[in-house]
């Protein structure tokens, strides 16, 4: 049932193309009096205007078209069809007389909506034809709304016929306008911009289908990425009719693409991360052993020039091991693997310990290192000890590195304080050579060096970029001063909160750390699979004390089956060998064996660096670490902290 159409509702405009004036009156009579029909008439007595009209307002303003088939400037069947091939969407009710009703009939099957025999309709058969119009209009807008917002157009075409249609979307998707839509004629043009559609309808004429992705080109210049689905059909008349789907697939496209490259991102991150730790290994430990070897070199009877050789080969891998640590530490902040931890700390020992460390190089440059803390600063701090000292370790380092007299000092000031925490600056000067205005832009990127004519500095150029990177991502910011041949003033500001404890942690130092005199009589397990390292590890400890039984397996298999044969007072464990690796080989001790073997405490002895970064070798029930390559006294201090503890 057809409701009564709203007063409100905007009238349907029916185009008559009419030459007959008392005809046209008369159909504008019919529609009038129509209660069915909101309707306003648009009259035009030739072809040419009513063309005009539509080029000028657009076909979808128009319901329908009552189209006379003689007209001034056309005559018979050639006037539907130079409508149809300008516009092929158009509702079209031809008007022929009644000796023209077969070629009513053949007007439809071309491609019109209906006809109508002038005399012989009345009223009611106008109103029904127009309605199926109307309501065919509202389908029509509703697919090409559907198209729209799935961005889906269609096409037909069949250029023996001279004929070509396409969805307003297709127009969109190319980048043109639907209101000017494009003629078979103008289809088969070079250049057209739908010249890709005859590409894909030539193909499909050979292979009956075809279906590709590919990029096309919109007038404006912007690439879209599209679908594309074309049937080929051949028709009675032995012509072929170019129906097919595109649909616009850009965004899905660009959503794949960045996948992909994620993915590729991901997988290059995690290649590198394991190419860089594999790399690290098998570094650090030939190091281990250069160092080991030059230790135990320094303690036999040498003269003053073979003494010089062993401090240089000693020198020149500390520097190769600072480089390594240093590309370490840059894979572990660009693979985003930094995680800041909160714990409680003592400011001044963790001062202390970095002067301890750093001393030995400013005496042999004879530079006055010292620090000094605001006292208004609480000593017990809750923040990254670790970050903190590996930026202070950095600044430090390269204080030391570009000062030939003076001093390097660290100021610590307090820049504000609230309920629960404090904003401290640290400040690291020196006497230096400074650095220049124009290279102070750069002193923070990676591999940057200062040139200096006649001097070359040892390093990577990254000790800076790491220290800026640290403190980032603590959510401070660093900045530095200079002035050529004054020195610089490196400075970062972090927020610190509040300790509530004063019972941390301490770090083991000789100090703590109770001494084992050099005849203590105990044995140790050490699980090492690589020869010269087990060799300098036994020799160094023989060496510190003289009754120690060094047991040694090459992997975690012999170590279990020798701690089935003898207890042992402590096991340095290295975590990477064959047949069973350090990691499975001490959870099976912890437990497998019984008290007391299975809580004897093992060390971790390993070439892999990331273990410093955390505590996750706890997890493994491991008591501690040592870094390869290792300092003597470092591991001495560790063993007798262990066995006293112990004990």
Same mark, same amino acid.
């Given at each position: 049932?057809?409701?009564?159409?709203?007063?409100?509702?905007?009238?349907?405009?029916?185009?008559?193309?009419?030459?007959?004036?008392?005809?046209?009156?008369?159909?504008? @009579?019919?529609?009038?009096?129509?209660?069915?029909?909101?309707?306003?008439?648009?009259?035009?007595?030739?072809?040419?205007?009513?063309?005009?009209?539509?080029?000028?307002?657009?076909?979808?303003?128009?319901?329908?078209?009552?189209?006379?088939?003689?007209?001034?400037?056309?005559?018979?069947?050639?006037?539907?069809?130079?409508?149809?091939?300008?516009?092929?969407?158009?509702?079209?009710?031809?008007?022929?007389?009644?000796?023209?009703?077969?070629?009513?009939?053949?007007?439809?099957?071309?491609?019109?909506?209906?006809?109508?025999?002038?005399?012989?309709?009345?009223?009611?058969?106008?109103?029904?034809?127009?309605?199926?119009?109307?309501?065919?209009?509202?389908?029509?807008?509703?697919?090409?709304?559907?198209?729209?917002?799935?961005?889906?157009?269609?096409?037909?075409?069949?250029?023996?016929?001279?004929?070509?249609?396409?969805?307003?979307?297709?127009?969109?998707?190319?980048?043109?306008?639907?209101?000017?839509?494009?003629?078979?004629?103008?289809?088969?043009?070079?250049?057209?911009?739908?010249?890709?559609?005859?590409?894909?309808?030539?193909?499909?004429?050979?292979?009956?289908?075809?279906?590709?992705?590919?990029?096309?080109?919109?007038?404006?210049?912007?690439?879209?990425?599209?679908?594309?689905?074309?049937?080929?059909?051949?028709?009675?008349?032995?012509?072929?009719?170019?129906?097919?789907?595109?649909?616009?697939?850009?965004?899905?496209?660009?959503?794949?693409?960045?996948?992909?490259?994620?993915?590729?991102?991901?997988? &290059?991150?995690?290649?590198? #991360?394991? +190419?860089?730790?594999?790399?690290?290994?098998?570094?650090? !430990?030939?190091?281990?052993?250069?160092?080991?070897?030059?230790?135990?070199?320094?303690?036999?009877?040498?003269?003053?020039?073979? &003494?010089?050789?062993?401090?240089?080969?000693?020198?020149?891998? #500390?520097?190769?091991?600072?480089?390594?640590?240093?590309?370490?530490?840059?894979?572990?902040?660009?693979?985003?693997?930094?995680?800041?931890?909160?714990?409680?700390?003592?400011?001044?020992?963790?001062?202390?310990?970095?002067?301890?460390?750093?001393?030995?190089?400013?005496?042999?440059?004879?530079?006055?290192?010292?620090?000094?803390?605001?006292?208004?600063?609480?000593?017990?701090?809750?923040?990254?000890?670790?970050?903190?000292?590996?930026?202070?370790?950095? @600044?430090?380092?390269?204080?030391?590195? +570009?000062?030939?007299?003076?001093?390097?000092?660290?100021?610590?000031?307090?820049?504000?304080?609230?309920?629960?925490?404090?904003?401290?600056?640290?400040?690291?000067?020196?006497?230096?050579?400074?650095?220049?205005?124009?290279?102070?832009?750069?002193? +923070?990127?990676?591999?940057?060096?200062?040139?200096?004519?006649?001097?070359?500095?040892?390093?990577?150029?990254?000790?800076?970029?790491?220290?800026?990177?640290?403190?980032?991502?603590?959510?401070?910011?660093?900045?530095? /001063?200079?002035?050529?041949?004054?020195?610089?003033?490196?400075?970062?500001? @972090?927020?610190?909160?509040?300790? !509530?404890?004063?019972?941390?942690?301490?770090?083991?130092?000789?100090?703590?750390?109770?001494?084992?005199?050099?005849?203590?009589? +105990?044995?140790?397990?050490?699980?090492?699979?690589?020869?010269?390292?087990?060799?300098?590890?036994? /020799?160094?400890?023989?060496?510190?004390?003289?009754?120690?039984?060094?047991?040694?397996?090459?992997?975690?298999?012999?170590?279990?089956?020798?701690?089935?044969?003898?207890?042992?007072?402590?096991?340095?464990?290295?975590?990477?060998?064959?047949?069973?690796?350090?990691?499975?080989? &001490?959870?099976?001790?912890?437990?497998?064996?019984?008290?007391?073997?299975?809580?004897?405490?093992?060390?971790?002895? !390993?070439?892999?660096?990331?273990?410093?970064?955390?505590?996750?070798?706890?997890?493994?029930?491991?008591?501690?670490?040592?870094?390869?390559?290792?300092?003597?006294?470092?591991?001495?201090?560790?063993? #007798?902290?262990?066995?006293?503890?112990?004990?």
């Amino acid at each position: 049932m057809i409701e009564p159409h709203s007063q409100l509702e905007a009238p349907h405009k029916i185009l008559l193309i009419e030459d007959d004036l008392n005809y046209a009156y008369l159909v504008e @009579l019919m529609l009038s009096d129509s209660q069915q029909l909101n309707c306003s008439i648009i009259h035009h007595k030739t072809l040419a205007d009513g063309i005009g009209y539509l080029n000028q307002y657009g076909a979808r303003e128009v319901a329908a078209v009552l189209l006379d088939l003689s007209l001034p400037d056309s005559e018979g069947f050639d006037t539907l069809g130079k409508l149809i091939q300008r516009f092929p969407n158009l509702n079209i009710i031809v008007l022929t007389g009644l000796d023209d009703k077969g070629l009513g009939v053949q007007a439809v099957r071309s491609g019109a909506q209906d006809f109508l025999v002038k005399g012989y309709f009345d009223d009611g058969q106008l109103a029904k034809a127009l309605r199926y119009s109307i309501a065919r209009n509202n389908i029509l807008r509703r697919l090409e709304e559907t198209q729209r917002i799935a961005r889906i157009g269609h096409w037909e075409c069949s250029p023996q016929d001279h004929y070509f249609t396409a969805s307003e979307e297709t127009y969109r998707i190319f980048g043109l306008s639907p209101q000017r839509p494009f003629s078979c004629e103008e289809l088969m043009e070079p250049n057209c911009p739908f010249s890709i559609l005859l590409q894909l309808q030539s193909e499909a004429q050979e292979k009956g289908k075809v279906q590709k992705d590919l990029w096309i080109n919109q007038k404006d210049g912007e690439r879209r990425y599209i679908a594309a689905v074309c049937t080929a059909n051949r028709l009675s008349n032995g012509a072929f009719l170019f129906n097919g789907i595109i649909q616009d697939i850009t965004e899905r496209k660009q959503a794949e693409e960045l996948k992909k490259a994620r993915d590729l991102a991901q997988h &290059t991150a995690k290649v590198r #991360e394991q +190419f860089i730790a594999g790399i690290s290994h098998e570094m650090r !430990t030939p190091m281990n052993a250069i160092l080991g070897l030059s230790n135990l070199l320094g303690q036999t009877h040498l003269d003053e020039e073979q &003494t010089g050789y062993v401090q240089s080969i000693k020198q020149s891998s #500390e520097v190769l091991l600072g480089i390594i640590n240093d590309i370490l530490q840059v894979a572990t902040l660009q693979n985003n693997k930094i995680r800041i931890e909160k714990k409680e700390f003592q400011l001044s020992l963790l001062l202390n310990n970095l002067v301890g460390v750093m001393k030995h190089k400013a005496l042999e440059k004879g530079l006055a290192f010292s620090t000094e803390i605001d006292p208004s600063i609480p000593d017990i701090l809750k923040g990254d000890a670790l970050r903190l000292n590996q930026v202070l370790y950095n @600044l430090v380092g390269n204080a030391l590195k +570009f000062t030939d007299n003076g001093f390097v000092k660290i100021f610590i000031r307090l820049q504000e304080e609230k309920e629960n925490r404090v904003r401290l600056r640290f400040d690291v000067k020196d006497s230096g050579i400074g650095i220049k205005e124009n290279e102070l832009k750069t002193i +923070f990127e990676a591999f940057a060096r200062v040139p200096q004519s006649g001097r070359l500095y040892e390093g990577t150029g990254l000790g800076l970029p790491i220290a800026k990177s640290l403190v980032e991502v603590q959510g401070g910011q660093i900045e530095v /001063k200079s002035t050529p041949g004054k020195g610089s003033c490196f400075s970062f500001s @972090l927020w610190l909160e509040k300790g !509530t404890s004063a019972q941390i942690p301490k770090a083991h130092t000789p100090e703590d750390t109770p001494q084992l005199p050099a005849n203590a009589v +105990f044995r140790l397990l050490l699980v090492e699979d690589h020869k010269l390292n087990q060799a300098v590890a036994r /020799k160094t400890l023989e060496k510190k004390w003289k009754n120690i039984e060094v047991l040694v397996a090459e992997n975690g298999e012999e170590a279990i089956h020798l701690l089935r044969q003898k207890p042992v007072d402590i096991i340095l464990m290295d975590l990477q060998m064959p047949v069973r690796d350090g990691y499975s080989t &001490t959870k099976y001790i912890r437990q497998q064996f019984q008290p007391p073997l299975s809580e004897v405490p093992i060390l971790a002895m !390993t070439a892999h660096a990331h273990i410093s970064q955390d505590e996750s070798f706890r997890k493994h029930g491991l008591d501690d670490f040592v870094l390869k390559p290792f300092e003597p006294e470092q591991l001495f201090q560790k063993i #007798e902290y262990y066995l006293t503890h112990i004990a």
